[in-house]
């Protein structure tokens, strides 16, 4: 008789992980059954700010493998299933059908992958709910903001919180034509870059005419006499009216089923799994994506870190390992790279806060460069900070702020970042040079150099020099 493998989620993770165990075994030996609440498989969910700005078509164009294709390959993808109970001590998951009239069915297993992803902030406060504000995570989530885009007349809108999503949604509706205000409780934009470098980012945003509040701590919304949200108010009796508005205040673990079945979860509320993403102290119950924790190699501890990248190289393992075989994950060094209008955003590795927060000392080093040789046309500014370990030199973080060509040199850095380079074994790496793609020494070698020289600096001064 064939085991029974069942899914939870039919994203990236998920059907990542049922695509690898159907290419190791065949329908005889292993069935695959995967549940998805929504009405999309295998999407990019990264690529929704460029549908709803139109830069690209969607949702079609964003997704790589639709039910149907799924099912081809013999794995039985039902769609709008939302698992509501797992009972791991069973094997079994209790399903309700979104559009049969909420029927109820228990489905047994010999192999679970829970792929549930995370879920959008959206704080307790009143208003929250209200139509016309949208959280976004899902295709779905993007359909239902186009929906309300549509269905409006107006031309104002308020997203709240300066992160990746927030950034990139508020260039989305001013590519739109809309007015955009973004009230983001941080001294500057992107708290997952060092304020100093985020003030470039706030730079650039004032640029679009994208209207920022730093500071602003978000008390509710308000609604019209139609209970439809209309403005946002904050603590300090500031009113932004809004025909529609946007959380972009980061995500959380979905963990609620894992939670309620006693799995084990971490500081930050993901599943923890061990390196080949099986979930700790249960043998036939994997995760992984944006519903774990992962190590970070940095830092040398879990942390919740929810990128696509990360969650089909789980489904990769995950499937692999379901099926028999064998494979593992061994951690990230948190590298991310975005954009707003032509300004290019990357870091990788640890801030100058989370160094602190465990004890780390270090020293910083900020260089302006450009993306080609000064000569050749088209050279764009860049500036690169660079974080080293002070009495070691090993390399912490590096965080990247300028025009084209910039953003992917980050990729640099985090692989020093996983092979645990100095800064100055940095200096000596052998990167493609000509005068069209790089200035003789590379922004990010000139940093190395530049911090390289810091730690020494340092050294000198401990010793006494």
């Known amino acids: 008789m064939a085991e029974r493998l069942v899914i939870i989620g039919g994203d990236a993770t998920g059907m990542s992980a049922a695509s690898q165990a159907r290419r190791l075994r065949k329908p005889g030996d292993l069935e695959i059954v995967a549940f998805e609440r929504g009405h999309f498989t295998s999407y990019s969910a990264c690529g929704i700010p460029y549908w709803v700005g139109g830069s690209v078509d969607g ?63 959206r704080p307790p406060l009143p208003g929250i709910d209200a139509p016309g504000v949208h959280g976004v995570q899902t295709l779905d989530d993007g359909q239902a903001l186009l929906d309300t885009l549509q269905a409006t007349e107006g031309t104002k809108a308020v997203v709240v919180g300066a992160g ?28 997952t870059l060092d304020p100093d470098m985020g003030a470039l980012v706030h730079e650039a945003m004032c640029g679009m005419g994208i209207e920022t509040v730093r500071g602003a701590v978000v008390t509710g919304v308000r609604t019209d006499d139609s209970g439809r949200a209309c403005a946002v108010t904050t603590e300090d009796d500031g009113e932004y009216p809004a025909d529609v508005i946007v959380l972009g205040l980061g995500v959380r673990p979905e963990t609620t089923l894992a939670e309620r079945a006693g799995l084990p979860l971490g500081d930050t509320g993901g599943l923890l799994t061990d390196l080949s993403m099986r979930v700790r102290g249960h043998e036939n119950v994997w995760a992984g994506g944006d519903c774990v924790e992962v190590l970070d190699l940095v830092l040398g501890r879990t942390r919740h870190i929810a990128l696509g990248t990360h969650a089909n190289k789980h489904g990769q393992v995950i499937g692999s390992n379901v099926a ?41 080093v900020t ?77 990010v070698l000139v940093a190395a150099r530049k911090a390289a020289a810091a730690v020494r600096e340092a050294a000198v001064r401990e010793a006494g020099g």
Not at 89 to 109: F, H
Not at 165 to 191: C, N
Not at 325 to 353: H, N, Q, W
């Open 324 to 364: 028999g075989d064998y494979a593992t994950f061994p951690g990230v060094v948190g590298t991310a790279v975005s954009k707003v209008c032509d300004l290019e955003i990357a870091r990788t590795g640890l801030l100058e806060e989370q160094a602190k927060a465990v004890g780390l000392k270090y020293v910083t």
């Open 367 to 443: 260089i302006e460069s450009t993306s080609r040789a000064g000569y050749y046309p088209g050279a764009r500014p860049m500036r690169v900070k660079m974080m080293a370990e002070r009495r070691t030199g090993r390399l912490l973080g590096v965080q990247i702020v300028g025009r084209e060509g910039a953003g992917k040199r980050v990729d640099v850095a985090a692989v020093a970042l996983t092979a645990r380079m100095t800064v100055e074994q940095m200096t000596a790496l052998d990167l493609g040079y000509a005068p069209p793609f790089s200035p003789v020494w590379d922004p």
């Open 164 to 191: 990746y999503i927030g950034v990139e949604m508020a260039e989305a509706l001013v590519t739109r034509g809309y007015d955009v205000t973004v009230l983001d409780r941080g001294e500057q934009p992107m708290s």
């Open 59 to 121: 949702p079609d164009d964003l997704i790589a493998r639709s039910p149907e294709k799924h099912r081809e390959r013999d794995i039985d993808v039902r769609m709008r299933t939302e698992v509501v109970e797992l009972d791991p001590d069973r094997g079994r998951v209790r399903t309700r059908d979104l559009d049969g009239g909420g029927t109820e069915s228990w489905t047994g297993y010999d192999k679970l992958v829970i792929a549930t992803g995370a879920r959008p902030l």
